[in-house]
Structures are given as C-alpha cells and as structure tokens.
C-alpha cells in the first residue's frame, strides 16, 4: 500500500487580486511573472540594494535558510541546485555562509530570469529557465544537493517523486501545519455553507482562485518514502518545515 494515498491533502487558495481572474490551477509562467513584475522592486531597479532590501524584507524565506544553514553542513557540498527558487533569497543567505558551492539556480518564470541576471549580486551565478513538471531534470546531474523552498504545493505527487528519484540530498523547505490549517479555513468559507455564512457577515463574495494543495507532514513524509527517500533530519521553524532528504545509497 502506499503510505501517502492513505493521509489527505488540503488546497491552497490566493485572492491575489493580479491573478485570480485569470483561470484555476498551478499559476503558469505568465501569470507568475504578471504577479512578479506588480510586486517585485528588482524588476525596475536591479541594483544590490534593492535586491538585498526585498530579501529583508521577506524576512520568513532567508531565516529559514539561516536556520538550516546553522543547522547542516554545506561544505559537505560542491554545487546547489535551486528547484523554482525565485527570487533566490534563500540559496543567497546559504551561498553566503559558504562561498565554496557553485550553484544553478532556476525557476520556470522566464521574465524573472531576465530580471535577476541584470541584478549584479547574481550576475556571476548559473541562473536558468526550468520547469520541473516538463523539463529533463538531467539538468541538475552535477549538483550533489538540491532545495525547494514552497514548490511542493505546486507540484504533483509524481513531480516531488520525480526530483527524489534523482539521488540527491534534498532540502525542502515546506509550509507548516499552520499555513495548512489557514488553507482549510479559506476552503470552508468558501464552499456553499461558507458563502451562505460570509454573505451574512461581510457580503457578497470575493473572488478566490483555488492555486495548489498543502500536503500534511506526514503525508509529505510517506510520500518521500514511497520514492526512496529517507528523511534525514526535520524541523519547523516559522513558516516553514525544513526536510533533509538524503538517497538511501547515502546511508552509513
């Protein structure tokens, strides 16, 4: 039997009100980058300073990073691949606590690309358009660790399992059990009792466009093992639940 088809998953939903009339689903590269360009400084201005003001200005991301680069041991460690990373804040708080790794750092928003390689911070980094639900994640062959920091909600079961086939160490950094519980909240206010109630209370009904799906720790976990991951270490800390999963070749 497999371990994750027996623990539910739960929907993420946004009222970002760029992209929630365009359609359901996974954004596209488009819609992601229509969303960037609205919010991100660095499109209009890609100096230092503005990229270093956004990254501390998303004070969750970099922390985070901060956290699991207190915690693991990059210099076990040759090259970083970064798996939908834009803007990148978190391999550059890890990249610069060990300035031995190269890195490639990728995402499927083509128009974010763009903009990050004018950022002179990134300009001596490997950065690349890869979408991780259509292209050879061959890519990655000479990177030996690999971190998604809030990917997996947008991704299938079978794309995780894909990028944990590939044998590498993998960090992902998940939403928490507390993100999860505001996504099943958003879903009853908006199912046909909820709209009922929210009409009475603060009218009619706001747009809402149904995005991914948060999986629960242990359903991340058991789908993890079901690929042939093991997961090495995992923490919570802020918003985010950090894995370590390492190949069951790495095993001592």
Known sequence: MKLSKTIGTYPAFTNDPVTVSLGDGVYSAEETGIARQQRDEYFRDPSDATYMRGLWSRFVG????????????????????????????????????????????????????????????????????????????????DCDVLTMWGVDCVLSDEDIGRVVRLGKTLIIGA??????????????????????????????????????????????????????????????FLDYRLLVVTPPSSLR
């Open 62 to 141: 970099p922390a985070g990073a901060a956290e699991l680069a207190s915690r693991l041991d990059f210099r076990q460690f040759k090259k970083l691949g970064d798996i939908g990373g834009v803007p990148f804040y978190q391999a550059v708080v890890i990249l610069s606590r060990f300035p031995h790794l190269s890195a490639l750092l990728t995402d499927y928003d083509a128009m974010a690309i763009d903009a990050l390689r004018r950022v002179p911070l990134l300009s001596s980094r490997e950065l690349a358009v890869f979408d991780v639900k259509r292209d050879d994640l061959n890519l990655f062959a």
């Open 175 to 236: 939403d928490r059990r507390a993100t999860v519980f505001r996504g099943l909240l958003t879903r009853a206010l908006y199912s046909k009792a909820g709209t009922k109630l929210r009409t009475l209370l603060r009218g009619p009904r706001q747009p809402v466009r149904r995005h991914g799906q948060f999986r629960t720790g242990s359903y991340l976990r058991g789908l993890i093992m079901e690929h042939g991951g093991h997961i090495a270490h995992e923490w919570l």
